[in-house]
């Protein structure tokens, strides 16, 4: 080796040729020196490239890194606007449905105030149709009568009068063969009339009709 460093030149199998031409640098050329195949300074260069080269991969990674966080961030952004929005609608349906609510409690309550003003009127209705019918002084009852009756019987008015009506009775039958037979007023009061016949029934097609009236 002291051989090497002292010729500065080593001939490899009469293929390549090693050099050293400073302390330290070496090179490995063609046999005759006129082709450079190796050197210390293109190792350095390549491996000066190699580190430029992975310092630009990590800043490109860097810059990748910061564009996912951004992304992220972003992404966390968007869905805070998503969530707001979100809850400003819920907040909003809220408030609608409180308000139908409160609608539907007045319709309600109308419905319910309407239902008892109907129930109102409709009291006065059936309290002025009761005082209408005791302030009417005319009755108009039919009262079947049986075989061989000789009078009606009491025949109730089914209210009171003020004072004695007048009565007009009437006796038919609803078969056509059989004979007239005439009657008349032999009892009446404020609540009830007596019809007396002239003969006894001869069937059960009879019937008795009356109309009691207030006298003028």
Request: aromatic content about 4%; hydrophobic content about 40%; glycine content about 4%.
């Amino acid at each position: 080796m002291a051989k090497i460093f002292r010729t500065e030149t080593l001939n490899l199998g009469g293929n390549l040729r090693l050099e050293s031409s400073t302390a330290g640098s070496f090179e490995i050329k063609s046999a005759d020196g006129s082709t450079t195949h190796m050197s210390r300074a293109s190792i350095d260069s390549d491996i000066s490239s190699l580190q430029a080269v992975d310092v630009t991969n990590e800043s490109d990674l860097s810059v990748d890194v910061s564009s996912l966080q951004a992304g992220i961030t972003d992404e966390a952004n968007t869905r805070s606007t998503k969530d707001a929005n979100l809850d400003s609608d819920i907040s909003s349906l809220q408030a609608v449905d409180v308000t139908n609510e409160s609608d539907l409690s007045v319709d309600v309550s109308s419905l319910h105030a309407q239902d008892v003003a109907n129930e109102s009127d409709l009291s006065v209705d059936i309290s002025s149709l009761h005082a209408q019918d005791q302030g009417n002084d005319v009755v108009a009852k039919s009262v079947s009568q049986s075989s061989a009756a000789e009078d009606s019987g009491a025949i109730s008015f089914g209210r009171t009068f003020d004072s004695t009506p007048a009565i007009v009775a009437v006796l038919k039958s609803t078969n056509a063969s059989d004979p007239i037979i005439a009657c008349m007023v032999t009892a009446v009061s404020t609540t009830e009339c007596t019809i007396s016949f002239a003969d006894a029934l001869p069937s059960a097609n009879y019937t008795v009709e009356i109309f009691a009236s207030v006298a003028d």
